[in-house]
C-alpha cells in the first residue's frame, strides 16, 4: 500500500487561472480531508469529504471547492487563483468521519505568480 | 472558537537532555489532543493522541484540562528526534477537523 498519494507534486500557476489537485485515500479508506499550509505555519483544514459529500468545511472561500468519487479518490479545486493561494496543499484520509487517525500525503506545492 | 498555540518555533537541545515542547490550546469542550511529527523529507505522520495514552518513541503527553494544555515531553531526547512537530485539536460537531499549531523545529544536538 503506497498510502496517500497526490498529483501533481509541483504546479506553478498565474493569478486568476484555476487548479485542481488530485488525492487517492490510503487503502480501506474513505474519507478524505484537504489542508492548506502556507509556509512557515501549521496546516489549516479546508474540507472534509465522506460519502462523497462535503461533511465539514474551514475558513475557505467558495473558491476553494472539492469533489469525491465512488473510489474515495478526491479532487480539490480552485478558481480564479490570487498569489496568497501559493502553498502547500495536504490531502489526509481515514476511515469515517470521526476521530479515527488521518494519514497525510506527501502534498501538492502550488505556486501562483 | 478553536485555537493551539505552540509558542516556540525553535528548541534545541543536546543528546541525552530532557525536552519539552509546549502546546496550549482554546475550546470550549471536551477536545481530542493530538501530536503530529514531520521528518526530514518525510510526510506529517501521528505521533500520539491524548485517548490513547501510550508512549511513542519514548514520547509522553498529558492532557491538564485546567491549565488548557498538552505538553510533549521525553526525559533522554535522541538526534532521531529531530523533526517538525504539531500539536492539533478535534472535538464537538468539529470532529474529524485538526486545528494546527503553528509547530516547533525540536533540534538535538549530537
Known amino acids: 500500500d503506497a498510502g496517500v498519494t497526490q498529483s501533481p507534486t509541483h504546479l506553478i500557476k498565474t493569478r486568476g487561472q484555476q487548479v485542481t489537485l488530485r488525492c487517492s485515500p490510503k487503502s480501506g479508506h474513505d474519507t478524505v480531508s484537504w489542508y492548506q499550509q502556507a509556509l512557515g505555519q501549521g496546516p489549516q483544514f479546508i474540507f472534509q469529504y465522506y460519502e462523497e459529500e462535503e461533511r465539514q468545511r474551514g475558513n475557505f472561500p467558495d473558491r476553494f471547492s472539492g469533489h469525491q468519487f465512488p473510489n474515495y479518490s478526491s479532487e480539490l479545486n480552485v478558481n480564479a487563483l490570487l498569489l496568497g493561494d501559493s502553498a502547500l496543499y495536504l490531502c489526509?484520509?481515514?476511515f469515517g468521519a470521526g476521530y479515527n487517525e488521518q494519514f497525510f500525503g506527501p502534498g501538492t506545492r502550488l505556486t501562483v505568480l | 472558537a478553536q485555537r493551539v498555540t505552540q509558542p516556540e518555533k525553535l528548541l534545541s537541545v543536546f543528546k541525552g537532555a530532557p525536552v519539552e515542547l509546549k502546546c496550549n490550546y482554546s475550546?470550549?469542550?471536551?477536545?481530542?489532543l493530538f501530536w503530529y511529527v514531520q521528518y526530514s523529507r518525510q510526510r506529517l505522520q501521528l505521533l500520539l493522541r491524548h485517548i490513547s495514552r501510550e508512549s511513542i518513541k519514548g514520547f509522553t503527553a498529558d492532557l491538564n484540562k485546567g491549565e488548557t494544555s498538552f505538553h510533549l515531553k521525553k526525559p533522554f531526547a535522541q538526534e532521531e528526534d529531530s523533526a517538525m512537530y504539531y500539536c492539533a485539536l478535534s472535538g464537538g460537531t468539529s470532529y474529524g477537523k485538526l486545528t494546527f499549531g503553528q509547530g516547533t523545529i525540536l533540534t538535538v544536538h549530537p
Open positions: 489526509a484520509s481515514s
Open positions: 475550546y470550549s469542550g471536551s477536545p481530542e
